[in-house]
Nanobody, 120 residues
Framework: QVQLVESGGGLVQAGGSLRLSCAAS????????MGWFRQAPGKEREFVAA?????YYANSVKGRFTISRDNAKNTVYLQMNSLEPDDTAVYYC????????????????WGQGTQVTVSS
């Protein structure tokens, strides 16, 4: 069992930056792929970034967001730069062994989410 706790969300102006953190319990953190997803009101949950054997990014965030992980701290980060109002959503981290890291249903464990709001 893995428990995930996100932090770092908040309100930021367009063009600003935030860094999200996701702290994981358990001693097998390094064996899991970690993903970030987001869900805006009235929209489906969408892939943002993932880190496993490789890193993956949604086209909408490529060049602006960076996923990284510190296995010694059991933590995965999402550095978000040049934020846009369309980035407003609840951001979730996920852990698992997905065959396709961009598909949310293939992850086993989820955090509670952290709200990111970008004002124009």
């Amino acid at each position: 069992q893995v428990q995930l706790v996100e932090s770092g969300g908040g309100l930021v102006q367009a063009g600003g930056s935030l860094r999200l953190s996701c702290a994981a319990s358990g001693r097998t953190f390094s064996s899991y792929a970690m993903g970030w997803f987001r869900q805006a009101p009235g929209k489906e949950r969408e892939f943002v970034a993932a880190s496993g054997g490789q890193t993956y990014y949604a086209n909408s965030v490529k060049g602006r967001f960076t996923i990284s992980r510190d296995n010694a701290k059991n933590t995965v980060y999402l550095q978000m730069n040049s934020l846009e109002p369309d980035d407003t959503a609840v951001y979730y981290c996920a852990a698992g062994s997905p065959r396709i890291p961009t598909i949310h249903s293939q992850y086993d464990y989820w955090g509670q989410g952290t709200q990111v709001t970008v004002s124009s």
